[in-house]
Every structure is written in structure tokens, then in C-alpha cells.
């Protein structure tokens, strides 16, 4: 079975602080993708990365930072310097070979207060 | 802007009524996902349509039905409508069949049962 874990329901920062959202996940699959997407108050879902399984390097895009760690099953998401427009909930997920459909985590709800 | 639309943005209707949600995906996609959001499920997974044929199917109650038409676009149908069917219903759409595609996600249909 596929599960995806994101432990913090919300966190709260004070701009410009760096924020970590963690995940983890469960799969029995070898071969899987992992993502990250970020839902603002508006309420769409807009896609941020994705992931193979064999590829453990580390991604950045801006302020943005993603470590894959298999060794742990974790998917973390970092912002450096946050921004008000931040503020956000934000989901991991997780497709695998061998399920029919994307598993999300429950999302870490992020406020970003001037 | 992910290039999937949803029509209509929010609807209101009664309990015992039906409903019809409608998706277009993004150009040159073939896959169409319905997914259903509320706040004590999370997103949940309902059924995946490829080039007009059903494809995965995940926690799709009987009173739910979708259809992928041949240009693509894609309806979900509600019918029996129960309080508890109140969410935010969401249409991704992928350019493939499986795990490995990024999914984008349209707006969201709004659903409230009265």
C-alpha cells in the first residue's frame, strides 16, 4: 500500500525565515514518483515538482528546495527566505508501478505573516 | 494558468438533486482525472479516463459516474446528492496513462448540497 505522511499540519513563520515541510512516504513499489504541489487561498492546485525514485539528487529552483532521501523515505520541502505569498497549503504526493492513483498527504497549511 | 478548465467554478444544489461537472484538459493531453477534496477525507482519488476509456478507478461511490467524450473533455456526474457530497471537486489532466506523468490540475468545481 502507498501512504504519504505530512506529520505538520501547520506551520507559522515570520517572513523572510527559512520553513521545512517534511514528508514521508510508504511504498512497496521500486520504481515511483514523488511531488509537491501548492494550493493558495485561491483554492487551485498548482503543480511544483516531481521526482523519480532514482534520482536522489537534491533540486532547487529559487527559493525553493527539494532533498530526497530514500534511505529515510523523505521528500522534504524547503522555502528560504519566505514571502507573505507563500502563505499556502502545500501537498506531497506519491505515484508508484503498481497503483492506480496518486496518493496526497493530508497538507501543511504554511502562514507566512509580515 | 495549467491549462485544464472547469466549469462550472461553484454550484449550489439540494439533497436528492444531480449534478453534471464538466473538464477540458490541457491541449494535447489524453488523461483526465477526477479527484474529490473535502476536509475530513483530503484529496481523494475518484476515476482516470485515457483517450475516451475508463482507465483506474479509486474511491468512487455508485451514485458517481464520469464519461470522457471523443474530444476529450470529460464530465463527472453527482447524482443523489448527499450533504457529505459537499466539497471541492477537481479535474487533472496528464499527457499519458500511468504513474510516471505530472498531472495538472484545473480550478475546482465548488459543491455545496443544501
Known amino acids: 500500500a502507498q501512504k504519504v505522511t505530512q506529520a505538520q499540519t501547520e506551520i507559522s513563520v515570520v517572513e523572510k525565515e527559512d520553513v521545512t515541510l517534511d514528508c514521508v512516504y510508504e511504498?512497496?513499489?521500486?520504481?515511483?514518483?514523488l511531488f509537491w504541489y501548492k494550493q493558495p487561498p485561491s483554492g487551485e492546485l498548482v503543480f511544483l515538482i516531481r521526482?523519480?525514485?532514482?534520482?536522489?539528487q537534491n533540486e532547487i529552483s529559487g527559493r525553493y528546495s527539494w532533498n530526497f532521501q530514500k534511505s529515510t523515505s523523505s521528500f522534504n520541502f524547503t522555502i528560504t527566505a519566505s514571502q507573505v505569498v507563500d502563505s499556502a497549503v502545500y501537498f506531497c504526493?506519491?505515484?508508484?508501478?503498481?497503483?492506480?492513483?496518486?496518493?496526497f498527504g493530508a497538507g501543511t497549511r504554511l502562514t507566512v505573516k509580515p | 494558468d495549467s491549462g485544464v478548465t472547469q466549469t462550472p467554478k461553484h454550484l449550489i444544489t439540494a439533497t436528492g438533486q444531480r449534478v453534471t461537472l464538466r473538464c477540458s484538459p490541457r491541449?494535447?493531453?489524453?488523461?483526465v482525472y477526477w479527484y474529490q477534496q473535502s476536509l475530513d477525507q483530503g484529496l481523494q482519488f475518484l476515476i482516470q479516463?485515457?483517450?475516451?476509456?475508463?482507465?483506474a478507478k479509486g474511491n468512487i461511490l455508485e451514485r458517481f459516474s464520469a464519461q470522457q467524450f471523443p474530444d476529450l473533455h470529460s464530465e463527472l456526474n453527482l447524482s443523489s446528492l448527499e450533504l457529505g457530497d459537499s466539497a471541492l471537486y477537481f479535474c487533472?489532466?496528464?499527457?499519458?496513462?500511468?504513474?510516471?506523468?505530472?498531472?495538472?490540475f484545473g480550478p475546482g468545481t465548488r459543491l455545496t448540497v443544501l
Open positions: 479516463y485515457y483517450n475516451g476509456e475508463e482507465r
Open positions: 521526482r523519480n525514485s532514482f534520482d536522489e
Open positions: 511504498t512497496r513499489d521500486t520504481t515511483y514518483y
Open positions: 491541449s494535447g493531453d489524453l488523461s
Open positions: 487533472a489532466s496528464s499527457a499519458g496513462t500511468g504513474y510516471t506523468d505530472t498531472q495538472y
Open positions: 504526493a506519491l505515484s508508484g508501478l503498481n497503483n492506480n492513483d496518486m496518493r
